[in-house]
């Protein structure tokens, strides 16, 4: 099993910055791919971005130029630099890690953080 823990959301006026963290621990050498996700009421679940342990990356195009994630092995920790916040980014970020898909076909092993909260608003 895997924990992911997420910190660093909190209340921004547009135009700000954040920055999340998320630590996982665990069976931490099962992970391929970690990233972040985001869920706003009456929204599906959006893919903000991530990055493999080969280190190809992928941002939603609503974030590319403001976003930006980094990810340290090593520690076992992925971060994601809000800039630029626009109210429509509000939303709880949820930290995400799974193993390769050839080693876990079925999903069973997809890992995800308790969720922080983010608020632009004025």
């Known amino acids: 099993q895997v924990q992911l823990v997420e910190s660093g959301g909190g209340l921004v006026q547009p135009g700000g910055s954040l920055r999340l963290s998320c630590a996982a621990s665990g069976n931490i050498g099962s992970i391929d791919v970690m990233g972040w996700y985001r869920q706003a009421p009456g929204r599906q679940r959006e893919l903000v971005a991530n990055?493999?342990?080969?280190?190809?990356?992928y941002y939603a195009d609503s974030v590319k130029g403001r976003f930006t994630i980094s990810r340290d092995t090593a520690k076992n920790t992925v971060d994601l630099q809000m800039n630029s916040l626009k109210p429509e980014d509000t939303a709880v970020y949820l930290c995400n890690a799974r193993p390769p898909a050839i080693t876990d076909p079925y999903g069973d092993y997809i890992y995800w953080g308790q969720g922080t909260q983010v608020t632009v608003s004025s």
């Open positions: 990055k493999r342990n080969g280190g190809d990356t």
